[in-house]
C-alpha cells in the first residue's frame, strides 16, 4: 500500500493475503501488530508456527489431531461402527458442536472438482475404502456440503459404495430451522417437500 | 474455542484478540494457516516480528519510521512551519493520501479521554510544546478526529497554543463529499451551515 513505511508494509502485505481480510482489516491489524507489546507480537508468531508444527493428521480419519489418532478415534465410546464422511476438519467440528452424532468421522480433504482438476485420487477416498475393508463398519453418512461439488461427491461415494456391505445414507436437505418459507430457495423448497417425513 | 484440539485453540485464541475478527474469522484463519506451507506461516511470524522490531518513533513527529527521523519531517521539500497535529499515524497516513498537504505532521498518540483516564500527560502534547519553542513554526492545524474525544482535544490543544506567536486551525467539519443532505446528521448539517464559505 502506498505511502506505508516498509516494515509496516510487509505486515499488511501478509495479513491481505489471509482469507476474509480486506485492504482496510487488514491496515488496521497491521497498525494493531505496531501497537502491541514485543512480547505478544512474539506470542502470536510463536503460536503460528507452534500450531503448524504440531498439527498433523489424524491416521485413522485425517482429522486434525496433535497425537498419532485423534481424540475421537480415539474414544472408546464413539461408535466405530458409523463413519460420517465429511469434506474438512472444520465440518466435524460443526457436526460435533451439534451433540447429535457418537459415531466416528472421515475427513476428504476437498471434494470432487473436475473445473479445478480435483478427481477421486485428490481426496482421501482410498482410505476410505481402505477403512472399509478392515471390517466393522455399518453405516457411511455422507454429509459432504450440499452444494455442487458436495452433492456430486456424495453421489459419487454412494456408487462407489453400492458393492460393499455397508447402509449409505445422505444427511438431510431441508429448510434450516427457524427458516421463514417464504425466503427459502426454490431448491431447498423442492428437497423439504421430496424427503418429507411422516408423522 | 470448544471442540478444538490445542494448538489450534491457541491459534484460534490468538487471532480472536486482534481488532474487528470475530469468532468465526478466527476459526477461519486458524484453519487457513493449518493448511498453508509452513514455510509461509514463518514467513507471516518473522513478517511481524521484524516490524515490531524495526518500527520506531520519528523523534520529531512521532510518526512510525524505521529510521531515526521519518520520510516526511527528513524531506527538504516539504513545509516546516505547518504542522498538522493527528490522533495516529493512520490519521497522519489517510491525509498524505488525499494530496492536498505539503507540511509536517505531529502524531499525538492518543486524545484525551477523561473516562479512559487519559490526560495531557498522556499523549505527545509537551513534545508538540517542544517543538514550537525551537521556533519556525507558522501554523499548526489541529487535525483530531471529529468525535467528543477528538473535538475536546483540539479545543484543549487551541486554548494551550493561544499564548504562543502561531496560527493556530482546525480542520473543517461539514458535508462529506459525495454526501447527501437527505442523510447526514443534524451536528454535521449545523456545522456545515455554521462553516459555510462566502463565494
Do not use: W
Not at 498439527?55 to 485423534?70: G, Q
Not at 455442487?148 to 431441508?174: F, K, M, N
Amino acid at each position: 500500500m502506498a505511502g506505508l513505511i516498509k516494515p509496516l508494509n510487509n505486515v499488511y502485505d501478509q495479513f491481505r493475503r489471509l482469507p476474509g481480510v480486506g485492504s482496510k482489516s487488514a491496515l488496521r491489524l497491521a497498525y494493531h501488530i505496531i501497537d502491541m507489546p514485543e512480547a505478544e507480537v512474539r506470542r502470536l508468531a510463536e503460536t503460528l508456527l507452534q500450531a503448524k508444527q504440531d498439527i498433523r493428521f489424524c491416521r485413522e480419519c485425517f482429522n486434525l489431531t496433535d497425537r498419532e489418532v485423534c481424540d475421537i478415534c480415539g474414544d472408546e465410546k464413539r461408535d466405530h461402527s458409523t463413519i460420517c464422511v465429511v469434506e474438512q476438519p472444520q465440518d466435524a467440528l460443526a457436526m460435533e458442536r451439534s451433540h447429535g452424532y457418537t459415531g466416528v468421522y472421515h475427513i476428504l480433504h476437498g471434494c470432487l472438482s473436475p473445473l479445478d482438476g480435483i478427481g477421486p485420487d485428490d481426496i482421501r477416498i482410498r482410505e476410505l475404502l481402505f477403512r472399509l475393508e478392515k471390517g466393522g463398519v455399518k453405516e457411511i453418512i455422507l454429509a459432504t456440503n450440499s452444494n455442487v461439488e458436495g452433492e456430486a461427491t456424495a453421489a459419487y461415494l454412494a456408487q462407489l459404495l453400492r458393492p460393499h456391505q455397508v447402509i449409505v445414507s445422505r444427511i438431510a436437505r431441508g429448510l434450516p430451522m427457524g427458516g421463514d418459507l417464504e425466503y427459502a430457495d426454490e431448491v431447498t423448497l423442492a428437497k423439504a417437500l421430496e424427503n418429507r417425513t411422516r408423522l
